[in-house]
Nanobody, 122 residues
């Protein structure tokens, strides 16, 4: 059975950093694209970043370009999202998801983690 578990969320001050981890089990990580999404209260779930199948390419939402960095360690079955220069607008529940290809639309992903809360506040 496929599982994804996020960790690393918490409180951060504006300008601070957090690193989220997505630990996967039950499947070979390199065979899947892994996306990070976030959902703030009252808003739709939005794509943040994605690492393509095998990790050969990455993409980012315009709102996080230059601040967030996605990486993966296939041998450790973990995908990371390094978040720097955090802003209050980054406050949301962050989810990782596995699918066949990177896409902004969550419907393209088959498996989801339970989410981890990120709160940016002074």
């Amino acid at each position: 059975q496929l599982h994804l578990v996020e960790s690393g969320g918490g409180l951060a001050q504006p300008g601070g950093s957090l690193r989220l981890s997505c630990a996967v089990s039950g499947f070979t990580l390199e065979h899947y694209a892994i996306g990070w999404f976030r959902q703030a209260p009252g808003k739709e779930r939005e794509g943040v970043s994605c690492s393509s199948r095998g990790g050969g390419s990455t993409n980012y939402a315009e709102s996080v370009k230059g601040r967030f960095h996605i990486s993966r360690n296939n041998a450790r079955y973990t995908v990371y999202l390094q978040m720097n220069s955090l802003e209050s607008g980054d406050t949301a529940v962050y989810y990782c998801a596995a699918g066949g290809t990177c896409h902004d639309d969550p419907v393209w992903y088959d498996y989801w983690g339970q989410g981890t809360q990120v709160t940016v506040t002074s």
